[in-house]
Nanobody, 117 residues
Framework: VQLQASGGGLVQAGGSLRLSCAAS????????MGWFRQAPGKEREFVAA????????GYTDSVRGRFTISRDNTKNTVYLRMISLKPEDTAVYYC???????????WGQGTQVTVSS
């Protein structure tokens, strides 16, 4: 299984980014997909997750209302639309796929998001 994340970068506070993560290597039927992040010196934390059908989503409180997770099952791809970005959103963002909630079975390599003040 491979998860390829992309879309990170440097953005000013208040700006926006969209992360993508394409999964390959197996069939992901019934698998949830999600995003985690890890800031320097901190533990990895849950950001958002979406069920296989897309009917269920979940967000950590600090991003709810600013981040939107979505998925395209025809492409085995999960997206994270981030708006109103804050310096505290700076982190390496990791995508994950799995059968648990939030998903943790398979991990991508991470993409850096840096928000300048």
């Amino acid at each position: 299984v491979q998860l390829q994340a992309s879309g990170g970068g440097l953005v000013q506070a208040g700006g926006s980014l969209r992360l993508s993560c394409a999964a390959s290597g197996r069939t992901f039927s019934s698998y949830a997909m999600g995003w985690f992040r890890q800031a320097p010196g901190k533990e990895r934390e849950f950001v958002a997750a979406i069920s296989w059908s897309g009917a269920s989503t979940g967000y950590t409180d600090s991003v709810r209302g600013r981040f939107t997770i979505s998925r395209d099952n025809t492409k085995n791809t999960v997206y994270l639309r981030m708006i109103s970005l804050k310096p505290e959103d700076t982190a390496v963002y990791y995508c994950a796929v799995g059968t648990s909630w939030p998903p943790r079975d398979y991990w991508g390599q991470g993409t850096q998001v840096t928000v300048s003040s």
